[in-house]
């Protein structure tokens, strides 16, 4: 038992068929046995949602969020006004994932931006922050970001950062937050780990993005938040500070990040 410290899985998708032959009630109990006692899981889409906010209403320690990934954002279109009402609801604490993708490209880029666009304009309106995917669209990432800051603060996080440092650099300078996944561990993501040296502590936080990117020694594995532990352990690692301070430090930044989550 590692109970001593406190983790928060930022981003997980308990929702993702992966886990039929599970209980939300198992994972969140081996997640606790590794000091992860909090954990988000994310809305990818609109049925999504009528699963995940249910999860979350059941579960003290258990929030989600609302949002459109870019993958869906032809099919699920959204507008501003759809993502304000269901992001006030009671355990939504963030708007997201949203973003830009232009790797897999499943959505047409102008709707992927006008999706990302709205969900912008909704997290103004609630004061809520805004979970970020960018994947090979950097520059018009940070594009429509400067269009959105012209207009005054935002809460922003990059999650699960895969980018490069140039993109890591734009988040120190804008305050945006970062968010550590498995793939700090994997063999070949020095640019990724370069990233968060970079990266002020203060602006750190960890997650699994289950039951994705399982990392070493479990990749290849289905992912779950239990091993937010082991992503702790390589991010403080990188940042030269004990396990018990990163465990302290990002518990910190998650719930001033998201301070719509009760502690």
Not at 12 to 40: F, K
Not at 46 to 65: G, Q, R, T, V, W
Not at 156 to 178: D, N, Q, R, T
């Amino acid at each position: 038992m590692t109970t001593e410290l406190c983790i928060v899985d930022s981003h997980c998708h308990l929702d993702d068929e992966r886990y039929a032959d599970d209980t939300v009630e198992a994972i969140m109990e081996r997640a606790a046995e590794q000091g992860v006692q909090y954990m988000q899981t994310i809305c990818t889409t609109k049925k999504d949602f009528e699963i995940i906010h249910p999860m979350a209403l059941k579960h003290e320690k258990l929030f989600c969020s609302y949002g459109i990934h870019p993958h869906h954002a032809d099919t699920d279109v959204v507008t501003k006004e759809e993502i304000v009402a269901q992001a006030r609801k009671d355990k939504v604490i963030a708007i997201g994932e949203t973003g830009l993708d232009y790797f897999y490209e499943n959505a047409p880029k102008e709707l992927q931006k006008k999706s990302f666009r709205a969900h912008l304009e909704a997290a103004r309106e609630l004061d809520l922050p805004v979970i970020i995917h960018t994947r090979d669209a950097e520059e018009d990432t940070m594009l429509i970001l400067d269009e959105a800051l012209a207009k005054g603060p935002l809460k922003l996080l990059f999650h699960c950062f895969s980018s490069s440092v140039v993109l890591a650099e734009y988040a120190v300078k804008k305050g945006i937050y970062m968010s550590a996944s498995g793939i700090i561990t994997f063999k070949k993501a020095d640019a990724v780990r370069e990233g968060f040296e970079i990266t002020p502590l203060e602006f750190l936080l960890v997650e699994t993005d289950a039951p994705y990117l399982a990392p070493v020694p479990h990749r290849g594995k289905r992912n779950e938040p239990a091993y937010t532990r082991v992503v702790l352990e390589a991010l403080a690692e990188i940042k030269g500070v004990s396990d018990a301070a990163l465990a302290q430090t990002t518990t910190d930044n998650f719930f001033k990040l998201f301070n719509k989550a009760s502690r």
